[in-house]
């Protein structure tokens, strides 16, 4: 990890904020972050090593309270998970994946095929979108801002809720299911 990625990473999820508040977002309504020690603590539970991305992730808010519009990251799931939730959504899946395996093929190496062990869950539950913690060169921040930039998300502070408008996207980003 270097220190410079790690700073422009930072950079990005601020400018991201920045964007987001200039959309009325209420970010304000998020749950403060969480120091790199807590997060790793915690990640630690389930054999996982936070990723960069993770830990700018959690450490800038440990998610969105409650459910609905205005406690989404974006259009893109229902909730921004808290990282304890997205813990308890890694072993959910873990475990639905191995009974499936058990009850279908018996073969083990089919658990990493359905569900990778360094797949975390930060959007959404069912069907979540996940980070990779095995990959420390996430886009993520670089795409929501782009998103925001482009018009491809907007914020109605009327109906506190999103709506996506994919044609704005730059093509080689249109059907990322991040955005």
């Not at 998020?30 to 959690?58: N, Q």
Request: charged share 25%; with cysteine.
């Amino acid at each position: 990890m270097t220190d410079q990625r790690l700073l422009l990473e930072v950079d990005l999820v601020y400018e991201l904020e920045m964007r987001l508040r200039a959309q009325s977002v209420p970010v304000d309504q998020w749950k403060p972050g969480l120091s790199d020690f807590d997060i790793a603590g915690i990640l630690s539970t389930v054999g996982l090593t936070p990723s960069r991305e993770a830990c700018v992730l959690w450490g800038w808010h440990d998610g969105s309270l409650g459910e609905g519009m205005a406690n989404q990251l974006g259009p893109v799931g229902p909730r921004f998970l808290d990282l304890a939730s997205a813990v308890e959504c890694y072993k959910d899946y873990r475990k639905m994946v191995s009974d499936l395996v058990e009850r279908t093929t018996r073969q083990p190496s089919e658990i990493e095929l359905r569900w990778n062990a360094s797949w975390l869950p930060f959007i959404g539950w069912q069907l979540p979108a996940v980070l990779d913690c095995s990959v420390d060169e996430g886009e993520v921040f670089s795409w929501w801002i782009s998103a925001l930039d482009t018009g491809a998300w907007r914020w109605h502070t009327d109906r506190s809720q999103w709506s996506r408008h994919p044609e704005h996207l730059d093509s080689r980003l249109q059907g990322n299911r991040l955005l």
